[in-house]
């Protein structure tokens, strides 16, 4: 499975999916859309996003992280 198309869930919450993945030099950053069509980024680390399981499409980002 890939990254792009995962679910992304916060505090339980779905909040949007994956719809890009952009190299910004050391980090990556997912590209989140919601169901309103607005993006945010996440910087794909662990500190911000522990929890991955492709098998099951879904991400998890950490409860208190805020959209920039």
Same mark, same amino acid.
């Given at each position: ?9 916060? @505090?339980?919450?779905?909040?949007? !999916?994956?719809?890009? $993945?952009?190299?910004? @030099?050391?980090? *990556? ?5 919601? *169901?309103? @069509?607005?993006?945010?980024?996440? &910087?794909? $680390? ?10 099951? @499409? ?8 805020? !959209? &920039?």
């Amino acid at each position: 499975a890939d990254l792009q198309k995962c679910l992304v869930y916060q @505090g339980g919450k779905k909040v949007g !999916r994956v719809t890009n $993945i952009l190299d910004v @030099g050391i980090n *990556h950053l997912l590209e989140v859309t919601d *169901h309103l @069509g607005d993006s945010f980024y996440v &910087p794909f $680390i662990e500190k911000f996003v522990p929890y991955i399981d492709l098998a099951d @499409g879904l991400i998890k980002i950490i409860k208190d992280y805020e !959209r &920039p």
